[in-house]
């Protein structure tokens, strides 16, 4: 290559590397920017625990409901909500993903109706041994039981679940994605028809 052909491309090499040293830096100013607002926004969230709210945003339940003109378009009254971020022992007016509930109780805390009692949901989160109102993801269970604690009809009884992590060598009332099974008995643990007997399983896997 001669002297004058390496002058003249020595300063456009100069250039591309400059544009690519600013492309780099204004491609991290966005990631961080981006990072940043994420990180607003949860923040922002967080803060919302045990604020009264005209809706639920995604990720709260609530507690309570009040019945007033603070949310109201017109003259009438509207809910108002107490929002609570969902947390192992809460009693909150609706269940939450990732969670389940070991009991339903009746009050007027979340009705929306003067007078009118409706039911709240004592939450827990799924561990094995925990008996729970039903069954959860990545959960079998071993035992059916039946208790008007899990109602949504007072005073009527339904079931509950013995909630087992699944393992090799569990007997469990069905069979969880990612095991098979290497024996079978008959017996009532898994009956939803109290003294029927049903299959229970032997998990494998």
């Known amino acids: 290559m001669s002297a004058a052909r ?6 456009v090499r100069l250039l591309l590397a400059a544009l690519a040293a600013v492309a780099l830096l204004l491609s ?10 994420a990180t607003t926004t949860a923040t922002a969230l967080a803060g919302l625990d045990g ?59 979340c009705s929306q109706q003067p007078g009118v009692s409706t039911n709240a949901y004592h939450l827990r989160t799924p561990v094995d041994g925990l008996t729970a109102c039903l069954s959860a993801p990545a959960f079998t ?7 008007s604690a899990c109602s949504l009809q007072p005073g009527v009884q339904a079931t509950t679940y013995h909630l087992r992590k699944p393992v090799n060598g569990l007997w469990a ?12 008995t008959q017996n009532t643990d898994c009956s939803y028809t109290p003294g029927v007997p049903s299959t229970k399983y032997l998990l494998l896997g």
């Open 6 to 11: 390496t002058a003249r491309t020595g300063p």
């Open 51 to 109: 604020a009264w709210a005209c809706n639920v945003p995604a990720g709260y339940v609530y507690d309570q409901v009040s019945m007033n003109r603070t949310c109201s378009s017109g003259s009438w009254n509207a809910p108002q909500f107490h929002l609570r971020t969902p947390v192992d022992g809460l009693t909150a007016c609706t269940s939450a993903t990732g969670f389940v509930y070991d009991a339903i109780t009746w009050g007027s805390a």
């Open 28 to 37: 991290g100013a966005a990631t961080a920017t981006t990072a940043g607002a």
């Open 141 to 147: 269970y071993d035992r059916i039981t039946y208790t």
């Open 173 to 184: 009332c069905s069979v969880p994605s990612g095991f098979t099974y290497s024996a079978t």
